[in-house]
């Protein structure tokens, strides 16, 4: 019994010593952790606290290797916008991506509706040449896309801004997975009582695809907003010219307009930041609806 006893001692010390190591080592990989989040996020915030400290020095200080200024100031955020309209850029860069991500929530809706949920022939065929569109590079389209649009008499205007972004292949992409995930017997069953498609897709599929929305709202969205090639090409005057655009022609050689031009960025930045801070959850649980189920 005495030899039992000690036994039993003897796995009871030894399982402690190991749930102590364990907790040790845990506490190890939570440290570690702990200081690869810390170092990912200093770089990631640290050029967006660059070009803030940046875009408050006076132009005397440019050059100075303190970091912080000793007397900052918002005299660049006051001249951004009176060397240039800055807020009818603004505007202008609001109306586009509101157009496009408007456009693109439609056309991806009801296509990943089509492609999922109705019965014809070929969509598996007609979805492969959609994904297929992603792996071509803006860059190779935008000549003939500018050819299109100015024969069409459109240059210089919203319609000619929006017009080759109406649509998103991975907006159909990732509402497909998203529909996916939902049992094709509710849509039969919505279809016995009655419903029609709009009908299904308005009551149903939309209010069960909500962190989807989101993320490609947000996608579609920033997009928009960061276009500059386009922009640079299609538009002429300051009616129709993007934030991006009215920021680079803030450039010059001088030390003044580097600052100016590290402050109109600043402002660029606001909206971007702002939307990604609060749908920042939409957008990572809509990115991932569906990944699982292919």
Known sequence: MQVSSNISNIKEINA???????????????????????????????????????????????????????????NNYKDVFKIAPIEGYIINSLIVSVIITSFQMVTAILSAFALHFLNFKKKGILFAIIMATTMI??????????????????????????????????????????FKSFPMEIYEASKIDGASDLGFIFRILIPLSKPTIGALAVQSFLGAWNMYMWPLLITGS????????????????????????????????????????????????????????G
């Open 238 to 293: 300051d009616r129709y010219r993007t934030v991006q655009i009215g920021i680079s022609m803030l450039n010059s050689a001088d030390s003044q307009s580097m600052l100016l031009m590290i402050a109109g960025v600043v402002v660029c930045m606001i909206p971007s930041l702002i939307i990604f801070m609060f749908a920042q959850k939409n957008m990572v649980k809509g990115l991932t609806t569906g990944a699982v189920k």
């Open 16 to 74: 402690k010593q190991k749930e102590k190591s364990i907790k040790r080592s845990l506490k190890k990989t939570e440290v570690l952790r702990l200081i690869l989040n810390i170092i990912v996020v200093f770089f990631v915030l640290f050029p967006i606290i660059y070009a803030f400290v940046m875009s408050v020095k006076p132009s005397h200080e440019l050059y100075d290797k303190t970091f912080f200024t000793a007397h900052p100031t918002i």
């Open 137 to 178: 590079p803006g860059e190779t389209t935008i000549i003939s896309n500018f050819l299109m649009i100015s024969g069409w008499g459109f240059t210089d205007s919203f319609f000619g801004l929006v017009a080759p972004y109406l649509t998103s292949a991975m907006g159909i992409f990732l509402f497909r997975q998203a």
